[in-house]
C-alpha cells in the first residue's frame, strides 16, 4: 500500500498503481483539500482497476486525524476512557457513536478502512502513543474497543486493531528511532488482552509495530515470524488481514534497505506492507515483488473492502448522524476540560 504526493494524480503514481503487486493506497492531509476534490480523487483512484485498490487512512480522532471540515472533528479517543471513569455505561455507548460516525463519514466518500482504533495501553511512556490511548486498564481499553468495533462494523467498515503486540512498554517513537521493550513474554499478557478480546467477537485486521522484544526474538514484531505465525495466528487464532507499520519508519531500518524490509515482512506472515513518504523507493519495491503471489493473503485483503454507504448528504441529514454527533460534541467538551483541567 502506497501513498501520493498530492491532492490528484499524476501520471508515475498512476503507472505504480497499476501494478499487481498494490493493493491499495493511504490517504493523508496533504491529499485533502476539500470533499470534493476527495470525492474526485478516490473515483479516479478506484477506476485505475478492477477490482478496485483500497483505500486507506489514519482517521483516528485527536492528532491523528487527516481529513478536517467537513468530516466531523474527533477528540483523543483517551477521552472515552475519560468518560469511562465517570460514567462506563455511557462511555461504552459513545465509544459505539464514535466509532461509526468515524466510519460511516468515511464510507459516505468510498473509503474502505481507517487504521484505528489504537488498543495499546496507557503506560505513561510512549509519547507518540499519548492520548491516543484508551486507558492504563487493559479491561477498560478491551470494553471500549469491543464497542467501538459494533459501531464501525454497522456502517460498513473493518477494524484495524494497533500498534501490535503493543508500543506502549517503549519511550522511543519509531517513526524516528529504534524501539525495544526489555520485557519477557509473561509480562505481556496485559497488553494482549485486547487482541485476546476483539479476536473472540470479530477482528478483521491488525497492524504490526516496529518494536522488537529481544527476550522473544531480536526482530522487530513485524519481521517476526515468531510474533505473525507463532503467536497472532497460532496461538491467538486470529483469520484477518496482517498488516505492517510503514517501513519507511527508522524502526524498519534494522533489517536493511526497503527492498529487504518488504520481503521479510512478507516472508514473516505479513499479508500487506506500508511504504510512505519515500515515493523515491516505491519502483525498486515494484521490481522485487515482480511475480510475487499470495493468493491466502490476496483474500484476508479483500475482506477489507467497504460494504453499505449513504451519500454524504443523506447521511449528515440522518437522525442517527445527528444523535452520534451529539454523544461526540458531549465527549469533545469532557475532553477539553480534562486536558485544560
Known sequence: ????????????????????????????????????????????????????????????????????????????????????????????????????????????????????????????????????????????????????AVGVHEAGMVITAKHFPTHAGVINDTHTKTASDSREFSELWDDLQPYRHLISRRLDAVMVGHVSFPAIDLLPASFSSWWLNGQLRDELRFGGAIISDDISMTGATIVGNYADRVRRALAAGCDMVLLCNAPQEVPGVLDVLEGYVNPPSQLHLMRLRGQQRQQWETLRSSEIWRDARLEIDHLSNLSQFEFEG
Open 1 to 148: 500500500m502506497i501513498d501520493l504526493k498530492g491532492t490528484s494524480i499524476d501520471a508515475e503514481e498512476r503507472e505504480w498503481l497499476q501494478s499487481p503487486s498494490v493493493c491499495g493506497v493511504i490517504l493523508f492531509s496533504r491529499n485533502f483539500e476539500s470533499l470534493g476534490q476527495l470525492e474526485r480523487l478516490i473515483a479516479v483512484i478506484h477506476e485505475i482497476r478492477e477490482p478496485p485498490l483500497l483505500v486507506a487512512v489514519d482517521q483516528e480522532g485527536g492528532r491523528v486525524q487527516r481529513f478536517g471540515e467537513p468530516f466531523t472533528v474527533l477528540p483523543p479517543m483517551r477521552s472515552l476512557g475519560c468518560l469511562y471513569d465517570r460514567d462506563m455505561s455511557r462511555a461504552l455507548g459513545t465509544a459505539h457513536a464514535f466509532g461509526w460516525l468515524m466510519a460511516a463519514e468515511l464510507r459516505a466518500v468510498e473509503i474502505d478502512l481507517s487504521f484505528a482504533p489504537v488498543v495499546d495501553i496507557d503506560r505513561g511512556l510512549a509519547k507518540v502513543i499519548g492520548d491516543r490511548a484508551l486507558h492504563s486498564s487493559a479491561t477498560a481499553v478491551s470494553q471500549l474497543v469491543s464497542a467501538f
